[in-house]
């Protein structure tokens, strides 16, 4: 039904030569967002914005933490668990069962994938980003620098005993 249309339109545009269209510029308001930003409703802004606020580690997954359920996911959470990030300082939201969560997050980070990890409301990134910190002692200073894992202290070297 809208292929004639669709086709006589693109063979219209085809045809018109882009120094004969004429020069016109949108005036937006100086408040206007971008147009990725318009597409998320001001409310999921809102309640992403105050999630990632909520918790010093926000992870969005697919999945919960005990069960994950994409690889990626299970990646973030094992890495996580490696550096001794408490419970009580993590905050996982699963995409799975909120679509506009799912869609949101996304357009939110202006990252196409999931999981997605905030540590004291700074994105991170995902999975591969976590990973290179991680393999980079990175993510250990930064937990470490926003109180969420302490210091490791070095344990002092056993006094030799008197024979």
């Not at 318009?38 to 005990?66: D, H, N």
């Not at 408490?86 to 905050?91: G, L, Q």
Request: glycine letters at 6%.
């Amino acid at each position: 039904m809208f292929m004639p249309t669709l086709r006589s339109s693109v063979a219209l545009l085809r045809t018109t030569s882009r120094a004969s269209l004429p020069l016109t510029r949108a005036v937006l308001p100086q408040n206007a967002l971008p147009l990725a930003a318009r597409l998320l409703s001001t409310e999921a802004r809102t309640q992403i914005e105050s999630a990632i606020k909520a918790s010093p580690v926000v992870l969005f997954m697919k999945g919960t933490p005990a069960e994950p359920q994409c690889g990626f996911s299970r990646a973030v959470v094992q890495v996580l668990d490696l550096h001794g990030v408490p419970d009580e300082k993590i905050k996982a939201y699963n995409v799975l069962v909120d679509a506009e969560l799912r869609s949101g997050i996304k357009e939110y980070s202006e990252w196409p994938t999931i999981p997605q990890v905030y540590v004291n409301g700074e994105f991170l990134g995902g999975c591969d980003i976590l990973l290179g910190m991680h393999q980079s002692g990175e993510l250990e200073t930064l937990l470490v620098k926003h109180d969420i894992i302490p210091e490791e202290i070095p344990e002092a070297a056993p006094a030799p005993t008197a024979a």
